[in-house]
């Protein structure tokens, strides 16, 4: 099976400006998870998906957003981007969920923010 | 909520040498325990997990962790490391109340040789 796949791996943006980033998970994974990974701060849970709804969100303004597709896709969004958003943004998929399941990580799409 | 602290930031050791990655955790229900690796310019991958059952957990390339609940820990052990081992080692807590997995801060493991 094909692992996670995140597009792109690397982008660089303005500040003000919006971005967004995709994730593909493993094929009939239907729980999608974003991460932001920064030196500062670790790894910090931005949100889950399964089957289209946002099940779980972590401790972010909203100006972080997401969304799953019917196929699992999934896509999130950051508006008004702010240089603190410069982060390595990592996605999981999991059959489930979390909980006992294992999750399974993507590459992740690196954000600089200028 | 729970919790994971990762009790040291960076563990440099020499090749061969055993190593101990600490990690302590902090839950008011039964959990369920991971450690994750990640190497340079990669996303984090599976080492071991704690689910239930027997206390003592082993990966395939020789780590293993033990769950012990009265101390609330998961420490990673090697009695052995390589240079290969070098990386950036996560622990990480979930149940199934929450479905919401907390990472800790991390511990950069650096093997010299």
């Known amino acids: 099976k094909a692992g996670v796949t995140q597009t792109p791996r690397y982008l660089i943006k303005t500040r003000g400006q919006q971005v967004t980033l995709s994730c593909s998970p493993i094929?009939?994974?239907?729980?999608v998870s974003w991460y932001q990974q920064t030196p500062g701060q670790g790894l910090q849970f931005l949100f889950e998906y399964f089957s289209e709804t946002q099940r779980n969100k972590g401790n972010f303004p909203g100006r972080f957003s997401g969304r799953q597709f019917s196929n699992s896709r999934s896509e999130m969004n950051v508006s008004t981007l702010e240089l603190g958003d410069s982060a390595l943004y990592l996605c999981a998929s999991s059959l489930w969920g979390q909980g006992a399941y294992e999750q399974y990580f993507g590459p992740g799409t690196r954000l600089t923010v200028t | 909520a729970q919790s994971v602290t990762q009790l040291d930031s960076q563990v440099p050791v020499f090749e061969e040498a055993p190593v101990e990655l600490r990690c302590n955790y902090s839950?008011?229900?039964?959990?369920?325990l991971f450690w994750y690796v990640q190497y340079p310019n990669q996303g984090l991958q599976l080492l071991l997990k704690?689910?239930?059952?027997?206390?003592l957990v082993e990966s395939i390339n020789g780590f293993e962790a033990e769950f012990n609940k009265s101390q609330t820990s998961f420490h990673l052990r090697k009695p052995s490391v390589h240079i290969s081992d070098t990386a950036e080692y996560f622990c990480?807590?979930?149940?199934?109340?929450?479905?919401?997995?907390?990472f800790g801060a991390g511990t950069r493991l650096t093997v010299k040789p």
């Open positions: 990480a807590v979930s149940d199934n109340n929450n479905n919401d997995m907390r």
């Open positions: 704690y689910l239930s059952g027997s206390t």
């Open positions: 839950s008011s229900v039964s959990v369920y």
């Open positions: 094929s009939g994974h239907r729980s």
